[in-house]
């Protein structure tokens, strides 16, 4: 009911109407349960007057923030109301096969028998949706041997630009819990030299638990970050946002959010990008991303960061195997409402060589 709070108050004519009275709002005008039905369910001894037509802005039609729907009408112009439609409905659930233990028809089949019905995502070689009810999945046999882990379409998408190679020196500048860095140990065939930082020590303890259970055993936790000079081949900076493209993920995020939300991580953003530069060789790849829709976070950040440093340039993401519908101006953009991921962008960005 949270999600609903702007549409139904729109509804009931009143931004601060009690929990029976949303409730009963939900039921009828949402729902579409009779009103005398929905009255009773509410606890409410009649029903209450709803209004009828279309809500008059983006903002209560999806139920978000003034300031947020108008960030997304000045993002996505025409596309915004098909786009804010979708965070209203809750992501499927997403896998990562762990290809370093089995393929993607193998885990599929795997799940059936554990009675988890799947089918293969649309962009990512690795994905498999979750087809019916929700399962508890930690209690599956398959997610205890490493086969796989939960991670979104798009998020994989971020991992698989990194394009990392067995027997390479690869960093991950902003590992989490470590989903993306188990999918580079993987794709690195456990060899190499796999290194993962974040400031957030526990997270890091719980990413070593897990490279564990996927059996890579090459992965170097980092408890300080990387000193310049380290001549990586590839660098992923997932870095903090503001977090727009996952606001399907929780029905309350949107309204924890404050305009201050678009501008505040923009600082962090062009340092850990530039730590990023900093660290990879001549020749060698960063791939800087978010997992928001938001230019001062995303384009306006790698143009700054292109501008100071000449000796690196941008390339085609993905070239010869990610689809042109998942590019938007050089970059990787995807969404909920064009291709049922989070919302996620990522540039990139190479070393010329002689540098």
């Not at 393929?103 to 599929?108: D, F, K, M, T, V």
């Amino acid at each position: 009911m949270g999600l609903w709070r702007r549409r139904l108050g729109f509804l009931l004519d009143s931004p601060d109407a009690p929990p029976s009275q949303l409730l009963f709002a939900l039921l009828h005008g949402l729902v579409g349960v009779s009103a005398p039905e929905a009255a009773s369910w509410a606890g409410l001894e009649a029903p209450v007057p709803l209004r009828t037509g279309t809500p008059p802005s983006l903002a209560l039609q999806a139920s978000l923030p003034d300031w947020l729907a108008d960030h997304f009408i000045q993002e996505l112009g025409p596309e915004a109301d098909d786009f804010c439609s979708h965070l209203n409905v809750p992501g499927p659930i997403t896998l990562r096969v762990n290809p370093a233990r089995i393929s993607r028809e193998a885990l599929a089949a795997r799940l059936a028998s554990e009675g988890v019905p799947t089918r293969p995502g649309s962009w990512s070689p690795l994905a498999l949706h979750v087809d019916g009810p929700r399962p508890n999945l930690y209690a599956l046999p398959s997610l205890r041997e490493g086969l796989f882990e939960v991670q979104d379409e798009g998020s994989q998408l971020l991992g698989l630009l990194v394009e990392a190679r067995p027997g390479e020196t690869v960093l991950d500048l902003c590992a989490g819990a470590g989903g993306k860095t188990l999918q580079l140990g993987a794709a690195m065939a456990d060899s190499g030299r796999l290194m993962a930082y974040d400031p957030d020590g526990e997270r890091l303890d719980r990413l070593q638990q897990r490279a564990s259970r996927a059996g890579l055993t090459r992965v170097q936790v980092l408890r300080t970050p990387p000193a310049p000079g380290l001549n990586a081949d590839r660098v992923l900076a997932d870095v903090p946002c503001s977090e727009l493209g996952s606001l399907r993920r929780g029905p309350d995020l949107r309204f924890r959010l404050t305009p201050d939300s678009l501008s505040q991580h923009a600082a962090i953003q062009r340092d850990i990008l530039a730590r990023a530069g900093d660290v990879v060789r001549p020749g060698g790849r960063v791939v800087y991303a978010t997992c928001t829709v938001n230019r001062a976070e995303n384009q306006d950040v790698v143009e700054d960061f292109l501008r100071s440093r000449p000796d690196f340039h941008s390339v085609r993401p993905g070239s010869g195997w990610l689809p042109d519908a998942c590019l938007q101006d050089g970059f990787l953009f995807v969404t909920p409402h064009r291709h049922g991921t989070d919302g996620f962008f990522a540039a990139v960005l190479e070393r010329s060589s002689k540098g």
